[in-house]
């Protein structure tokens, strides 16, 4: 006879007990406080501060919705896989300071997720402007 899995203990994560609105709210109050602690790292503050120049500019360079889209979401689309670089750093830092092989990996893993993100948008963003400026 196989046993059920045991539910997460509510008094560790409160969040898990919450329904409804409740649930939403806080979890908007939680990942608002992602975007705080992402506001204090150097990479993402730069990355956030070209998006606001960005993402307006895309409404003026884009020629249809999907080219508005598709520059600014390629910005979104740099920070969020910054916020994620960073939460994998934080992670292999709370496990420990000591060097190894694999938490090396992940944090080279991530940052290379983060240059693909930039090589990306900038490709998209070159294109944009070559398409714009040349005809």
């Known amino acids: 006879m196989s046993a059920l899995p045991?539910?997460?203990?509510?008094?560790?994560?409160?969040?898990?007990?919450?329904?409804?609105?409740?649930?939403?709210?806080?979890?908007t109050l939680i990942s608002l406080h992602g975007l705080r602690a992402g506001w204090s790292e150097p990479a993402f503050r730069?990355?956030?501060?070209?998006?606001?120049?960005?993402?307006?500019?895309?409404?003026?360079?884009?020629?249809?919705?999907?080219?508005?889209?598709?520059l600014a979401g390629s910005a979104v689309l740099v920070m969020i896989v910054e916020l994620l670089n960073?939460?994998?750093?934080?992670?292999?830092?709370r496990i420990g300071p000591e060097w190894h092989d694999l938490s090396k990996r992940a944090k080279d893993m991530g940052s290379a997720?983060?240059?693909?993100?930039?090589?990306l948008c900038g490709g998209i963003w070159l294109a944009a402007l070559w398409q714009h400026f040349a005809s």
């Open 6 to 27: 045991k539910l997460p203990d509510p008094a560790v994560n409160p969040q898990k007990a919450r329904k409804g609105l409740e649930r939403v709210w806080h979890a």
């Open 46 to 70: 730069q990355e956030a501060i070209m998006a606001i120049v960005m993402i307006p500019a895309a409404f003026w360079l884009g020629r249809s919705w999907i080219e508005v889209a598709l």
């Open 86 to 93: 960073t939460a994998v750093e934080a992670a292999i830092d």
């Open 113 to 119: 997720a983060v240059l693909l993100s930039l090589t």
